[in-house]
């Protein structure tokens, strides 16, 4: 079974040989799925294994920027929102060139789900949706992976059911297990978890927290 086997089939339910790794490129760490910052249009086709882009969503957008995007819609609305969706928009684009130049799908890194940086009418109101709408969007992929940013107690009911193959997220700093995650989500999960299908490797720490996001052009 090859790396991209093994993790296309766990991602789906399916049997394996053994638990796939997926990790980023730069950890240093033998996986199965790499997640990258950028592929290259000359990376199609060929590949042994997996290749998601890392892509920060628009709360995690604004985060980068040091947008105060809660504070931009609570002061007006009408101005928020056209900030808002300049970063959907920048977030879509990012989501199409990555596709359209080979990346098997995305990392889809999902920010604001999480008391330290919403509420939950918060995200409900302003983000869940479009969180939904650009997973939606990129639905046609071969594999994306959806990874709730954030420590504990994240607003998993919010999110449990926005459309990726894989659901996944930090198990140390979130302290919830794969057992946890699967009683309100259907699908294969990545953690540190053993039991999770999918072996997420940190790589190194706190990488989770950097919300560096380049240029595409």
Known sequence: MTSRERLMIAAGG???????R???????????????????SMAKGGRESVVLV?????FGLALRRGIDINKAL?????????????????VRQ?????????????????????PEHCS??????????????LLSEASDARLNVLFVAGKEE???????????????W???????????????RIGAVASSDPSSEIDLVIGFENYLDNLEQPNIG
């Not at 997926?22 to 290259?40: A, F, R």
């Not at 609570?74 to 920048?90: A, F, N, R, T």
């Not at 989501?95 to 999480?114: E, K, M």
């Not at 939950?120 to 709408?133: K, S, V």
Request: aromatic fraction near 8%; charged fraction near 25%; include cysteine.
């Open 94 to 114: 990012r989501i199409t060139v990555s596709l359209a130049n080979g990346a098997d799908g995305i990392f889809y890194r999902l920010h604001g789900a999480c």
């Open 14 to 20: 399916g049997a394996v040989d053994c638990q796939p």
């Open 170 to 184: 930090d198990r140390e700093k979130t302290r919830l297990s794969a057992e946890d995650i699967r009683a309100c």
């Open 120 to 133: 939950p009418m918060q995200y409900g109101g302003h983000y869940l949706e479009r969180d939904r709408e």
């Open 22 to 40: 997926l990790g980023w490129l730069t950890s240093g760490e033998q996986t199965d799925g790499s997640i990258v910052d950028h592929i290259d």
């Open 74 to 90: 609570k002061d007006d609305p009408s101005v928020g929102s056209v900030v808002l969706d300049s970063l959907v928009d920048e």
């Open 154 to 168: 994240l607003y998993i009911d919010f999110v449990s059911d926005l459309p990726a193959q894989v659901f996944a």
């Open 54 to 58: 890392d892509v920060a969503n628009p």
